[in-house]
């Protein structure tokens, strides 16, 4: 974790991608795209992967932040999907320790409302018989021990509740961690950096033409295989098709004080609405309440959270925590995204009963595309396409992808606290770095301020996530890098000048440049909290 990963890094590769023939072009930043270049490269294939905007900042940026079998699957008798979910649970949570967090879930049945208290601990064993050992087994609560464990939670006909354990990420650091792995084995990486249009010749995919968005330059890029992990924007590169491949479904997450909330554990919820499950979790100060499910016909660039929807995930949390009475001014922040499920079978079923599960393609133009999936099972589908690759190119290497640790190292808090952090500041570190990569930068103007009153994040991480992980733009920053988009109070509104200001001395921005950064941070802020001026709907 101690390697520079800069604008510099970026150039660099952008000049490799120009001057070599690849073996295999992955197209798309997000956790899929970065888990088959990971794979790739630890296979020994040369690797180039390109994302239009900034790594996870599609869907896998904007997810309910849990790496989790999907225990709700099996009331849809998808045993196989939850099975490889659990797995793959587990193997992060031994491979990726200060990436994956062990989280003690409790849900509630109630009389009247499924699942009964029978089907749910029915449900409950079968999770933990499909899983390893990683993780405690589950517990039956009755009511009152119940109501000890989460005594803010509605009481009136609840007939128990099931403990159990799954996991949770940051998402988008996730997905840049295994960024980094897969530059680390070789491959070449750039974020905003646009597919303009495939190359094909002789009814052929063999690379593509790019546009940096960051300079305006265009160039082009070759490679024996073209992998397309674009998510809901599969369809745009493959060839045109009769129907499209995806049925986009978006899922809407708000952020809500705690303690208002007042829940000490995650919470699974089935709504006394429609029956869905929603989860209430905890994050650090705050609560995450998600997510609603709803088909999607809008333009997938522009997606932002609806007044209906924020209203929705309000009701089930004062449904659920009647001393809440939480409201859209309570709401810290809100985001929306789009699930690339796949388009097929029967299309009158409703959003939630849609497949999660994954399927690779390969066009008449040699394209493979992937779809599908959840963010758990990125490993094992990416190992599905490089397998996939491996036939295509008559090369056979050994997978590595199921074993080696990566990501931050579990370090005593201590490491921290000698280089001058309050204990706040230092446990925030703790979670997110390397002690060697903030000692680094501590020596910077400021390093050990915090950036937004009231919160715990200090300027020493803008330096880190310029120089060691690739953030280009102040949005980069502010809200993939650090997550004060989501957390602060204000949204980190009045600070982007400052933050921007910084950034502009390490990546040579002027005046100009440096404005149109802090305006488009400062309309994306706005669009995000336009569900306030709309509460009707």
Do not use: C
Not at 485 to 504: G, H, I, K, L, T
């Amino acid at each position: 974790m101690t390697e520079e990963f800069s604008a510099r890094t970026r150039t660099a590769s952008l000049a490799r991608m120009q001057r070599d023939l690849f073996d295999i072009l992955v197209i798309g930043g997000g956790i899929v795209g970065a888990g088959i270049a990971r794979d790739a490269a630890r296979r020994g294939f040369r690797t180039a992967l390109v994302d239009r905007g900034d790594f996870a900042s599609g869907t896998s940026g904007k997810t309910s932040r849990l790496i989790h079998g999907g225990l709700r699957y099996l009331q849809n008798y998808k045993v196989g999907l939850v099975r490889l979910a659990v797995r793959e649970r587990d193997r992060l949570l031994e491979t990726a320790p200060g990436l994956i967090h062990p989280l003690p879930f409790v849900i509630p049945a109630y009389r009247g409302r499924s699942p009964g208290p029978i089907l749910l601990r029915f449900g409950l064993f079968l999770y933990d018989v499909l899983s390893k050992k990683t993780l405690p087994r589950r517990v039956w609560l009755r009511p009152d021990a119940a109501s000890e464990r989460e005594p803010r939670l509605a009481r009136a006909d609840l007939a128990g509740a099931g403990m159990y354990y799954d996991a949770w990420t940051d998402d988008a650091r996730f997905v840049l961690a295994v960024v980094r792995e897969a530059a680390r084995a070789g491959a070449e990486v750039s974020n905003h950096v646009e597919v303009t249009e495939l190359i094909r010749e002789d009814h052929q995919v063999v690379g593509a033409h790019l546009r940096d968005r960051i300079d305006g330059s265009a160039f082009e890029v070759r490679a024996r295989v073209v992998v397309n992990a674009t998510g809901v924007w599969l369809d745009q590169l493959r060839l045109p098709r009769t129907f499209p491949t995806i049925r986009p479904t978006k899922g809407t997450h708000i952020f809500l004080p705690r303690a208002k909330v007042g829940n000490r554990h995650a919470v699974a919820l089935t709504t006394k609405r429609d029956g869905r499950l929603v989860f209430v979790l905890p994050w650090n100060d705050l609560t995450l309440v998600g997510t609603t499910d709803t088909d999607f016909r809008g333009d997938p660039n522009r997606v932002t959270p609806d007044a209906s929807d924020v209203a929705y995930l309000l009701e089930v949390t004062n449904d659920a925590f009647p001393d809440a009475h939480v409201g859209p001014d309570d709401v810290v922040s809100a985001y929306a995204g789009l699930r690339p499920l796949l388009r097929r079978g029967r299309e009158d079923r409703s959003e939630s009963e849609v497949s999660r599960e994954h399927e690779v393609f390969l066009d008449p133009d040699g394209l493979i595309s992937v779809a599908g999936g959840k963010f758990t099972t990125h490993r094992a589908m990416a190992e599905a396409v490089v397998d996939m690759v491996e036939v295509r190119l008559g090369e056979r290497w050994r997978n590595l992808t199921s074993g080696g640790a990566f990501g931050p190292p579990v370090g005593p808090l201590e490491e921290f606290l000698v280089l001058g952090f309050d204990e706040p500041a230092a446990l925030e570190l703790q979670a997110r770095y390397a002690p060697e990569q903030v000692a680094r930068h501590v020596d910077a103007p400021a390093a050990r301020d915090p950036i937004v009153k009231g919160r715990h994040h200090v300027w020493a991480e803008v330096d880190i996530a310029m120089h060691e992980e690739m953030a280009l733009t102040l949005t980069d920053v502010l809200v993939r890098r650090l997550g004060l988009f989501y957390e602060a109070a204000d949204q980190a509104y009045e600070a982007a000048p400052e933050v921007a200001s910084r950034m502009a001395k390490v990546l040579g921005w002027d005046a100009d440049r440096t404005a149109r950064e802090v305006e488009a941070y400062r309309t994306l802020v706005t669009e995000h909290r336009a569900f306030r001026m709309n509460r009707g709907g």
